[in-house]
């Protein structure tokens, strides 16, 4: 690949990222998601054996794995579970979730040969903290059990804030979690609209305040943008009511559905009022201190994310991005994802598939994609460009796969990266596209 520059450094417009995507007539957008889902495509011939054969091969590799446990629960709206496969609230459906959940604990540690250290552990799937205090204690002794906990691993739980009392954070924090993620969608419209919940800011504050007092060190918060019901004002201060709580971390991302109180499709916000109102929040982010890391995160500055991204070492996996080193994830939970060296895999999205094979005591695999060296690397170069938004061996996105030399050329020749050497930068202008079109390929 020859050298290119790209766009002048700090030209950044809303004009750009709009004339960028348009212009080129939607070709960035169709490379970009192509590069995309090679990071995270998967195929129908993973079979349960090959997960096995895989982890008893990977055992070793690394020392430290990550762990993301999903449990589909959601406050609201009783039953309903807007990312699918989700529980109800009946105790004895979430028992026997729990159930399931701790047989495949068991199925997987039994290929191991040795009790893996954990550098991360995260509760998500929507609402975890939803668990009587009695479950959440049942599923970190079965947790600590299977894998070493201690104090230096990365433990963190998503929260809806109507559940989260201070009794049970203190709980949580006994149990060693240090971090709690609070998705804020709905803050802005306390009425049903299709996002699969409501929030009050005034709630969310009392419980950053609890947390606070705790001592948990990292207080995370998420929102989305272009919603039907949205608009670039409202954006705007909605920005500012979230920067008064004060978290540690902003995720924020466009929203790849959107529905009203029916039910019904309703369309997004357009492109360039998606623009808009993500340049609003990138505005107000940075004025108030906050890095943007990767795509789609503010941090403070002296957050350990930061100062990864600064030196070209941060990572992402499905928990978020980190300063972990160590690239393995086991996902435990129906719909779960898991990144093994030679091979990556989803659980079935189904609970009740999920939790049918685990009672067959087997591995309760859907799909996955054997990953050879060179694409492991690929998906390795392509993971940490997204981060750091550089990596020192451009060849390493390549290396011999002449669809991915095709997309990266086409890249320069729109300016969304630029080449100087054996080094591959996105550009400023990139970087906004990028942003949004990976938020929701």
């Known amino acids: 690949m020859k050298d290119s520059q790209g766009p002048a450094a700090g030209s950044r417009s809303e004009a750009d990222e709009a004339r960028l995507m348009i212009t080129a007539g ?6 970009s998601k192509t590069l995309y889902s090679e990071l995270i495509a998967l195929d129908e011939e993973c079979s349960a054996e090959d997960y096995a054969d895989a982890l008893t091969i990977n055992d070793c590799e690394e020392e430290a794995v990550s762990i993301y446990v999903r449990l589909p629960l959601h406050e609201q709206f009783g039953d309903v579970c807007q990312d699918g496969g989700g529980l109800g609230h009946d105790s004895r459906q979430i028992d026997r ?17 040795r009790k893996p250290l954990l550098q991360q552990l995260h509760l998500g799937g929507g609402a975890p903290n939803c668990l009587s205090e009695i479950q959440l204690a049942r599923l970190f002794d079965h947790l600590d059990s299977h894998f070493s906990i201690t104090d230096d691993t990365e433990a963190s739980v998503d ?21 709690l993620n609070i998705d804020l969608s709905g803050v802005d419209r306390p009425t049903f609209d299709g996002l699969g919940q409501y929030q009050s800011l005034a709630v969310v504050g009392d419980v950053v305040r609890n947390a606070r007092g705790l001592g948990f060190d990292t207080l ?9 019901h949205h608009d670039i004002a409202g954006m705007a201060s909605l920005a500012a009511r979230v920067l008064a709580l004060e978290p540690d971390r902003i995720y924020c991302g466009s929203v790849k559905t959107a529905g009203d109180s029916t039910g019904l499709a309703a369309p997004r916000a357009s492109l360039a009022d998606r623009v808009a109102m993500f340049n609003q929040i990138l505005e107000r982010f940075d004025n108030a201190g906050y890095n943007w890391v990767g795509l789609d995160c503010f941090a403070r500055p002296d957050d350990v994310i930061s100062a990864a991204q600064d030196k070209g070492a941060l990572r992402r996996n499905w928990i978020g991005y980190t300063d972990k080193p160590g690239r393995t994830m086991l996902g435990f939970g129906s719909a779960a994802r898991t990144d093994l060296p030679n091979l990556s895999l989803q659980n079935h999205y189904s609970v009740n598939a999920w939790q049918t094979e685990l009672e067959q005591e087997n591995l309760p695999v859907s799909a996955g994609k054997r990953l050879s060296g060179a694409q492991r690397a690929r998906r390795n170069a392509l993971s940490d460009l997204m981060c750091n938004m550089r990596i020192n061996d451009a060849d390493g996105l390549v290396l011999g796969s002449q669809a991915g030399e095709q997309s990266l050329e086409s890249l320069l020749e729109f300016g969304v990266i630029s080449l100087s050497g054996s080094t591959l930068a996105v550009t400023d202008e990139g970087r906004l596209a990028l942003q949004q079109i990976w938020a929701t390929a």
């Open 97 to 113: 979730y729990l159930d399931a959940l701790c047989k495949e604990l068991e199925l997987v540690s039994r290929k191991l040969s």
């Open 26 to 31: 939607g070709h960035v957008s169709g490379v």
């Open 220 to 228: 995370t918060v998420s929102l989305r943008y272009g919603a039907p």
């Open 159 to 179: 929260a809806t804030v109507y559940r989260a009392s201070l009794t049970q954070l203190s709980l949580l924090k006994g149990f060693g979690f240090q971090g």
